[in-house]
Each structure stands twice: as C-alpha cells, then as structure tokens.
C-alpha cells in the first residue's frame, strides 16, 4: 500500500516537535522561519498566511532558490541589533541638555526650589546665604530660672493679721511704705535707709496707706475713718479729711483725686486740691470695702467688698457700670491688665479662691482659674504676659502665671502663715511680700533687660520733676 506523502507543512510540524530547531538558521527560509516564530504549524483547515512584514518578489508558484528575499524587522520583536548597540545604554535624563529641555519646556528655572510655602527671600544687593535664610526662625523660648528663695527678709514687728487692711506699698521713687500696727515707715530702696514717718493716736491704728502716682505724697487711712495725706520728703503732715464712719482699710490715687473704702461699704472720692475734699460718693456694696483700684486713664474704678461683690465703676456716674456676683467670698485682689486697659482680674477669699477676668467693656468673664487657695492680691507684670498672686489659707504661697493660657510658671512656698500684703516695684522686677509671720520678704519674679531699667529710671526722674505739681491745701 502506498503511504500518501505528507504536505511541506505537516512535515515541517513533525520536524518541530521531534527535534529543537534553530529560528535563526540559515537552512530556513523566511515563510518556514516566520511559522516557527508563530508557534507552529495552523490548523488543517487553514491555510498559512505571509507575515505583513515579509515581502517577496512577484513570481508565480513557489519561489525558486535564485529569486533574492528580502527580510524585515518582525512586528512583535524589536531590531536585536539596534537594541545590543552601545546607544541603548546611553540615558538622555542625565544629560544637561535633556534637563535643560525638560525644564525649557515646563516653564521652570533649574537650581531653584519651586516647593516654598513663605514668601520668597527679598532680594539684596549683596549675596545671601540660601541655607541660612531657609533655617526656621526659633519661636519657641527657654523658660527663664525664678529664684524660689527671697532677695532680702525684713521684720517687719506689730502688723496687724487682717485680711481686710491694705497697710503695704511701693512708690515709684522707690520708697516702700509699710503700716505696722500705729506707725508708719519708709524704707528707701536706693539707699536702703528706713525712717519712720508717723504715729497714729492712742486711740486708732493705721489701716490702710497708698503711694499717689508721681511718689511725692502718701495717704494714710486710719481706723477711726479719718484719711492724711503726708509729704514724706519733707516729713510733714498736709491735710486730714474726715468723714467716714467707720475705718478706711484701702485707697486707690487717679491724679489729684484719692478714693477711699470705708467698712459700712461707701466709697468716697476726695479731691485733695479743694477744702471741700468730697466731691462724690459711690454706694453698692453693703459690706466693708477690701479692694479698690483706678485703671490707668482714670476712666474706671473697679471695687471689691466682703459682700462678694465686683463692682466697674465709670468715673462720670455713681451707679456701677458693671456689678459681678461671680466669687462666694469677700474680693479684695483686683487688678488692671497694663497691655490690655479694658481687662480686670479679681479673686476671691477662701471660700471662693478662683480668679476671674472680666472685660470692662462688655462685662462678660473671658477666662477663670481655680488658684487653689486663698487669693490675697493680684499683680500683673509689665515685662512679661504673666501676673502673679499671692495667697493664704491653705498653701501661704505665691503663683506666678502666663496669660491668657493660665499655666503655673512657678510656685513658691512664700511665708509660714498667710500673705496679707503684696506690692511691686516701680520697675516691675521685685515682688515685696508682708505676712502674719511679721516677716517683709522681697521676690526677684520678673527680671527686666537693661533697656528696660533704662526706661525705668528715666521714668523714676520725669516723676520726680513732676512730684510738687499737685498743690494739696
């Protein structure tokens, strides 16, 4: 039996399967090459077609071996022998010109940092140093050291346990001045010399005293409600105003007009200019007056009272602009902000012990703080966006806080028994502190750069030029 002779093709699968053939060999001709490449032979039903990259010459039938075939770049495998050139390996992206394209093109200017959330560096004739002006600016500060320890301890013998009474303060001459029991002394700070100004009668006892705003004069409230005004250069006795009933225990000076709190809850101002020294009369509180202060323009009048009442007063009326009912005990720390004059800080006493701060514009609370103890004077700094206060019962301490974040810088165990009395110097640097212990303790809380003693002084002189200026009959 003849065996039918296999086709050129199914020779050729036969061939594939049994033995491993080279593509490349020069043995195969382009359409057999081509159909290797393809994965084989087609299907019976189907024909082989010519790859579209294949071209060959126009004959008729089966090419012949002398017709030239001319072979292409395959479509699906690129020019091995352009990608094996030395060119493949060249990369353009780290050539100048390619980055200088590449940035022509983006609208970009190379070495500049485009990625800049500030204002770019202002231009300078001279050259700068783009590192050092890109270096953040420190914002943050170092905590500066308080002292927990007193500069200087004084006794100060005889003065009187009552919370009520304001007997301690510091002139902007640089004079303390400091009520014990029926005395009055002055310590010189300059000089560091103490002298005794007066001796009460028998029969009263000093309870209150306050330096005027220009050092020269200092006004003593006495027990039996009479208010003297004294000329401490010269030692001398001015004046006397009577008319309270009962005793003076604080005054507050706003030029030549002294206000006086007196313990049936009045609060009489005296124009130490005239013989008829009463010129008017503010009543709401129906309790002693314990705390009293002018702001600085001398537009308002914040009292405090063993009512627990907080009372604005505007200079122009003598009902309270502003009435607080805030604190559960008497308030005698009170306090105008001196960078911020529409701001007052009040405490409390012991059943209360919290610290409010209220807008005298509005009147509303805009912050509060719970001291912990008993508030006995409030003092703001003038250097810093602190203040400090000074307690009692329990802790006898003193607090010295940021504003208006209300955080502890620091707090100092003060004296042994309660602070009665607090007052600063005229530079703000040193706090002076009187306790029942009858201990006179000076606190170095807000030390002050050399620019500001400058200014200090040069305010220390411009008020002693002015010191004789208020003619008091």
Not at 77 to 97: D, G, V
Not at 99 to 105: H, I, L, N, R, Y
Not at 335 to 340: R, Y
Not at 358 to 384: E, L
Request: charged share 20%; net charge positive; aromatic share 8%.
């Amino acid at each position: 039996m003849n065996t039918p002779s296999k086709s050129r093709y199914e020779s050729l699968q036969v061939q594939a399967l049994t033995t491993s053939i080279n593509v490349n060999s020069p043995r195969l001709t382009p359409s057999k090459r081509n159909l290797l490449r393809k994965g084989g032979i087609a299907k019976s039903n189907q024909s082989p077609r010519r790859d579209a990259g294949d071209k060959f010459a126009k004959t008729k039938g089966r090419p012949s071996s002398k017709q030239t075939v001319i072979l292409t770049a395959d479509r699906y495998i690129p020019n091995r022998q352009s990608s094996c050139s030395a060119n493949s390996k060249i990369n353009p992206e780290n050539e100048e010109a390619y980055q200088s394209s590449v940035a022509e093109a983006c609208g970009l200017a190379l070495k500049q940092r485009i990625l800049e959330f500030k204002p770019p560096a202002p231009q300078r004739q001279k050259s700068i140093d783009i590192q050092a002006y890109s270096k953040p600016k420190q914002t943050v500060q170092s905590r500066r050291r308080i002292a927990t320890a007193p500069e200087r301890v004084l006794d100060a013998p005889g003065l009187v346990d009552d919370y009520y009474l304001n007997v301690l303060d510091w002139s902007s001459g640089n004079q303390l001045a400091i009520g014990l029991e029926k005395s009055v002394y002055v310590w010189n700070a300059n000089t560091g010399t103490v002298s005794c100004l007066l001796d009460s009668p028998a029969d009263t006892y000093v309870s209150s005293l306050k330096w005027s705003e220009d050092g020269a004069y200092l006004s003593v409230g006495l027990g039996d409600g009479d208010v003297q005004i004294w000329d401490v250069e010269e030692g001398a006795k001015l004046r006397s105003m009577h008319g309270h009933a009962a005793r003076v225990g604080v005054m507050s000076w706003s030029n030549h007009l002294v206000s006086s709190g007196c313990r049936d809850g009045s609060i009489w101002n005296h124009d130490v200019r005239i013989a008829e020294h009463k010129v008017s009369e503010y009543n709401n509180h129906s309790h002693e007056v314990c705390g009293l202060e002018w702001r600085s323009d001398g537009t308002c009048l914040a009292s405090g009272g063993n009512d627990n009442l907080v009372n604005i007063w505007d200079a122009r009326s003598s009902i309270p602009k502003f009435t607080k009912t805030n604190h559960k005990a008497a308030v005698k720390a009170l306090a105008w902000c001196p960078w911020q004059h529409n701001l007052l800080a009040t405490g409390g006493g012991s059943y209360d012990k919290q610290i409010h701060f209220w807008s005298a514009t509005t009147g509303a609370r805009v912050n509060s703080v719970d001291a912990g103890s008993q508030v006995t004077s409030i003092k703001w700094s003038t250097t810093y966006k602190e203040f400090v206060t000074t307690h009692g019962y329990p802790n006898n301490n003193l607090v010295i806080w940021e504003y208006p974040t209300l955080v502890r810088h620091a707090d100092i165990e003060a004296h042994e028994s309660r602070v009665l009395q607090a007052c600063l110097s005229p530079d703000g640097s040193t706090l002076a502190t009187a306790a029942s212990d009858e201990s006179l303790k000076f606190w170095k809380i807000f030390e002050v750069t050399s620019k500001k003693v400058t200014s200090a002084a040069s305010s220390l002189v411009n008020h002693k030029d002015l010191s004789k200026s208020v003619f008091i009959r």
